[in-house]
T-cell receptor
């Protein structure tokens, strides 16, 4: 089955800096890659996603890049703010089943 | 975006009793819902895929007789933890697939914190 590796497990940055979280996947048939933000005790929220027919997608301060050949995708957050502090999960799934495999999560801490 | 609700948000029960958790898609119909379990500071662990009108598909290692799933309508799936034990204490989260741009997107419920004493 699919295996998703996520790094780093913890990321600490100063407000205003950029943050990058990287994920690799094993199944070349995976074609949908969402990113979720989960604040403590709350539900995961979809923040951005990318499908395998594009290499990059951007939404204001958040961007995701996908390298299908290398089977890795990354989340980029620019101009980080304290409210960006949360756990971020990447996931990979195949279009037919939409059953995602999640990474282990990255705890992002943005210091004011 | 699509809204998924979950009830109750938290529950405390005694060992040996059963607990039912409801997951509802409020503004869309969901033929497929998922049930996850999450331990503190860990990732989401898929327990089962719930399909409307058919039996749930359980992940390896998840006891189907202990975690009963019913998806009787396009907007409701239920998870019943039978004969609960303290090791079943966890954060249970459901999600539902909703049509989105280019395919389906997954929306999560707010979760149910189960504590078994």
């Amino acid at each position: 089955g699919e295996n998703v590796e996520q790094h780093p497990s913890t990321l600490s940055v100063q407000e205003g800096d950029s943050a990058v979280i990287k994920c690799t996947y094993s199944d070349s048939a995976s074609n949908y890659f969402p990113w979720y933000k989960q604040e403590l005790g709350k539900r995961p929220q979809l923040i951005i996603d990318i499908r395998s027919n594009v290499g990059e997608k951007k939404d204001q301060r958040i961007a995701v890049t996908l390298n299908k050949t290398a089977k890795h995708f990354s989340l980029h957050i620019t101009e980080t703010q304290p409210e960006d502090s949360a756990v971020y999960f990447c996931a990979a799934s195949k279009g037919g089943s939409y059953i995602p495999t999640f990474g282990r999560g990255t705890s992002l801490i943005v210091h004011p | 975006g699509a809204v998924v609700s979950q009830h109750p948000s938290w529950v405390i029960c005694k060992s040996g009793t059963s607990v039912k958790i409801e997951c509802r898609s409020l503004d869309f119909q969901a033929t497929t819902m998922f049930w996850y379990r999450q331990f503190p500071k860990q990732s989401l662990m898929l327990m089962a895929t719930s399909n409307e009108g058919s039996k749930a598909t359980y992940e390896q290692g998840v006891e189907k007789d202990k975690f009963l799933i019913n998806h009787a309508s396009l907007t409701l799936s239920t998870l019943t933890v039978t004969s609960a034990h303290p090791e079943d204490s966890s954060f249970y989260i459901c999600s539902a697939l909703s049509p989105g741009q280019g395919g389906y997107e997954q929306y999560f419920g707010p979760g149910t914190r189960l504590t078994v004493t």
